[in-house]
């Protein structure tokens, strides 16, 4: 069923464990994601960035794919589709396009700006009943064009963005989206520890949650994380497992061509790993 983020964040705040967030970039992507939510009782995100949205030719088709999917397929856990690393424009169209969730990256303008923008989006989400999630700090690496030079966030500029009513906040605390370079130094603890000192019982986000070992996850929820991205790992086991069916000439037998068949073995690949990463967050069965 599709809700806000709210109330299932603040469940994993309480509870000590962390909601996944996967982004979608298909129906192969969203059917997975949706089914596998279902079957381990999980609450999910369905997370979308702006260029996944404008590939799947816009944000009012993607609400409407994740709507009836979510209706069709009967599912029953608690759903939220939510903007990723969103525009201050891009906000407008999601909540217009009839997401329930909404994320206003204001990280790169100075901190003023950022406060006032996303002051304007908080009212706006909470009069309609969505979830708003804002940035301090960056997250490193780039995604979708969103690009991030990984400084860790000051704490007290976090405090005055969680002031302002969010209902999570990703602050920048050494994590790189996509892969982690070799010579990566590694969550800042120090710094997230002091951020949730500043925040309290405010719900944070981990961005990047690919490639971090599992005992830094397991940290930073002790710490405060309530919700955790996760794109790339998909996105390579998708590839892998395609190219696994390809290499082994399976698209030539028969009518191993036919785009359900071809695509099967990543849609597979794509439930196996999040459902690995729901058990490591701690969310299965949180949804009964």
Same mark, same amino acid.
């Not at 396009?97 to 700006?113: N, W």
């Not at 909470?126 to 979708?144: K, R």
């Not at 710094?191 to 961005?207: E, F, N, R, S, W």
């Not at 794109?231 to 785009?259: H, I, M, W």
């Given at each position: 069923?599709?809700?806000?983020?709210?109330?299932?964040?603040?469940?994993? $705040?309480?509870?000590? *464990?962390?909601?996944?967030?996967?982004?979608?970039?298909?129906?192969?992507?969203?059917?997975?994601?949706? @089914?596998? !939510? #279902?079957?381990? $009782?999980?609450?999910?995100?369905?997370?979308?960035?702006?260029?996944?949205?404008?590939?799947?030719?816009?944000?009012?088709?993607?609400?409407?794919?994740?709507?009836?999917?979510?209706?069709? @397929?009967?599912?029953? /856990?608690?759903?939220?589709?939510?903007?990723?690393?969103?525009?201050?424009?891009?906000? *407008?169209?999601?909540?217009?396009?009839?997401?329930? =969730?909404?994320?206003?990256?204001?990280?790169?303008?100075?901190?003023?700006?950022?406060?006032?923008?996303?002051?304007?989006?908080?009212?706006?989400?909470?009069?309609?009943?969505?979830?708003?999630?804002?940035?301090?700090?960056?997250?490193?690496?780039?995604?979708?064009?969103?690009?991030?030079?990984?400084?860790?966030?000051?704490?007290?500029?976090?405090?005055?963005?969680?002031?302002?009513?969010?209902?999570?906040?990703?602050?920048?605390?050494?994590?790189?989206?996509?892969?982690?370079?070799?010579?990566?130094?590694?969550? =800042?603890?120090?710094? @997230?520890? !002091?951020?949730?000192?500043?925040?309290?019982?405010?719900?944070?986000?981990?961005?990047?949650?690919?490639?971090?070992?599992?005992?830094?996850?397991?940290?930073?929820?002790?710490?405060? /994380?309530?919700?955790?991205?996760?794109?790339? #790992?998909?996105?390579?086991?998708?590839? !892998?497992?395609?190219?696994? *069916?390809? #290499?082994?000439? &399976?698209?030539?037998?028969?009518?191993?061509?036919?785009?359900?068949?071809?695509?099967?073995?990543?849609?597979?690949?794509?439930?196996?790993?999040? &459902?690995? $990463?729901? #058990?490591?967050?701690? =969310? /299965?069965? $949180?949804?009964?």
């Amino acid at each position: 069923m599709l809700v806000s983020a709210t109330e299932m964040l603040k469940k994993a $705040k309480a509870g000590h *464990y962390a909601v996944g967030q996967f982004n979608i970039n298909n129906l192969e992507w969203t059917k997975s994601i949706l @089914l596998t !939510a #279902e079957e381990l $009782k999980s609450p999910v995100i369905l997370g979308v960035s702006e260029g996944a949205g404008k590939y799947m030719t816009g944000f009012k088709t993607v609400a409407a794919m994740v709507k009836a999917m979510d209706e069709e @397929l009967n599912i029953t /856990v608690p759903v939220a589709l939510h903007l990723d690393h969103g525009s201050y424009e891009g906000c *407008y169209k999601c909540i217009k396009a009839g997401f329930t =969730s909404i994320m206003f990256d204001g990280s790169h303008y100075p901190i003023e700006e950022n406060i006032a923008k996303t002051q304007e989006l908080v009212n706006v989400a909470h009069a309609l009943g969505l979830s708003i999630e804002a940035e301090v700090g960056s997250i490193g690496g780039e995604e979708d064009g969103v690009i991030g030079r990984g400084e860790c966030a000051d704490p007290d500029e976090c405090k005055a963005v969680a002031d302002l009513g969010v209902d999570m906040l990703a602050a920048g605390i050494g994590n790189i989206h996509g892969k982690y370079p070799e010579n990566w130094e590694g969550l =800042s603890f120090e710094t @997230l520890d !002091a951020i949730q000192q500043k925040t309290g019982i405010m719900p944070l986000v981990l961005h990047g949650g690919t490639g971090i070992p599992e005992d830094m996850i397991k940290k930073a929820i002790d710490l405060g /994380v309530s919700k955790i991205n996760v794109n790339t #790992e998909c996105q390579l086991s998708f590839a !892998a497992a395609t190219r696994e *069916y390809v #290499e082994a000439g &399976k698209d030539l037998e028969g009518k191993g061509f036919d785009p359900r068949k071809l695509l099967a073995p990543g849609a597979d690949a794509i439930k196996a790993t999040v &459902k690995e $990463k729901m #058990e490591l967050f701690g =969310s /299965v069965g $949180k949804a009964e």
